[in-house]
């Protein structure tokens, strides 16, 4: 079993670049089987979630390979609609097929991904917007049977701005003949992404990044090539990273637009922050200090997914900072964990008061999902001592190289055998 080892106490100094999006990358990759054709990913990061939508293409009988950093997908031999349960247990986002397989095949048969490490994670909206395009969907087993005999555009309205419904919604709807129109759709940049994917590939989709997305379904598809958008989140792990060390670094490969709920709070919190086209560049004021409440909720609001690591980076602010967590239940499971190394923070249903303490000491501690478990290497960062992190297979789901990266602005973080 390995661990990252982190030795706290450094300062974080330099420029990287950031990996592409892993919430594009997925998406998009389930995206490649609508067109039976090859379809090239520049710069594909290699993540564990990659690994498993490769397994799932691969299973459809597509050919996945790797050419240097691209990953090349040829969906011409899918020969297959359905993806069996421990492939869909692997990676929760794996429901993002649904829409793909129904467009390209007509049916699409996978099983219910159930709950995840961030509490009950539903897929009722997903289904709700195939239903609306005419599809048939049984449940019984746990297995889901989607069948679109009668399949034609619609308006879909989501109850909820969900990323995940609104992508496998498109994607449906850039199979099916007529015009679909999505309303309170969601308007995160993977999404426009994915659009800018498809629109690559021959469909007509527009919208993408408000609420209202059109899709002109029937379109014939070809392959193409793309490479997505800097991934925001894993920039938030490094901006929150430096702010939290005292450090100064600069960010290429990223839209500094697509963080600015971020970086407002981290200059609320002593920082200074300068941006220009595609890179950031931030200035840590040394010691931090609380800022107002963090509310996650969908884009263009604060990250859900950015929570984790803005708390690790206040840990040891001066004052309290209020966090209110909207988006997922089970989105605290990293404060126990964040409490061995001597961080005060009080929890109350989806609320959390960080106190700053000020000094943190290093421990053996657990990841509990994907951004909780950066929070931990960024708490270690700060601490004094070394601090083991154990179950590093949930930050492998979604950073390319978080203790390389680390490295290379001057952290001491290394992936070791235990
Ligand atoms: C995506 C991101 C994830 C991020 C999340 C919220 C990917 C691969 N994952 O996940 O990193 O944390 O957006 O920004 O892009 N909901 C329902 N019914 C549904 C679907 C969702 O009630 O059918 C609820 C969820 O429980 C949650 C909220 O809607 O409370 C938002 O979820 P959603 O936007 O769907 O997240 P994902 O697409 O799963």
Known sequence: MNVIAV??????????????????????????????????????????DVDASGAILRHLGCRVQWQGEDLIVDSAPL??????????????????????????????????????ELGPRPIDLHLSALRMLGAQVEESGG????????????????????????????LAACGVGGTTVITNAARE??????????????????????????????????????RCIGDRIAAATYLCA???????????????????????ALCQAGCRVSSGEQWIHLTSGGALRG??????????GFPTDAQ?????????SSGTTVFVENMFQNRYRHVAELARLGADIRLEGPVAVLYGVKRLRGAPVRCTDLRGGAALVLAGLQADGVTEV??????????????????RLGAAVREIKK
């Open 79 to 116: 020969c297959r609609g359905e993806i069996p349960d421990e492939m869909m247990r692997r990676m929760r986002s794996s429901v993002i097929f649904l829409g793909a397989i129904l467009a390209r095949c007509g049916r699409a048969e996978l099983s219910y991904p159930g709950g995840c």
């Open 291 to 300: 800022i107002c409440p963090v509310r996650t909720s969908p884009y263009p």
């Open 308 to 316: 984790a690591v803005l708390m690790a980076a206040l840990l040891r």
């Open 7 to 48: 030795e706290g106490g450094r300062t974080l100094q330099g420029e990287l670049t950031v990996q592409s999006a892993k919430n594009s990358v997925l998406p998009i990759l389930a995206a490649t089987i609508l067109c039976g054709d090859t379809c090239v990913i520049e710069n594909c990061p290699r993540l564990e």
């Open 390 to 407: 154990g179950e590093i297979h949930h930050i492998k789901r979604g950073y390319g190289d978080l203790p390389g990266d680390l490295r």
């Open 242 to 264: 430096a702010a939290a060390t005292g450090g100064d670094i600069c960010l290429r490969g990223v839209d500094y637009r697509h963080l600015s709920t971020v970086t407002t």
């Open 143 to 170: 297995r889901l049977c989607c069948s679109g005999g009668k399949l034609r555009g619609a308006e879909i309205v989501l109850g909820l701005p969900s990323v995940g419904a609104t992508e496998n919604a498109i």
């Open 189 to 226: 940049p993977e999404i426009v992404d994915l659009q800018n994917f498809l629109c690559k590939m021959g469909a007509e989709v527009r919208g993408a990044g408000t609420s209202t997305v059109t899709v002109e379904g029937g379109r014939p598809l070809h392959g193409c090539r793309h």
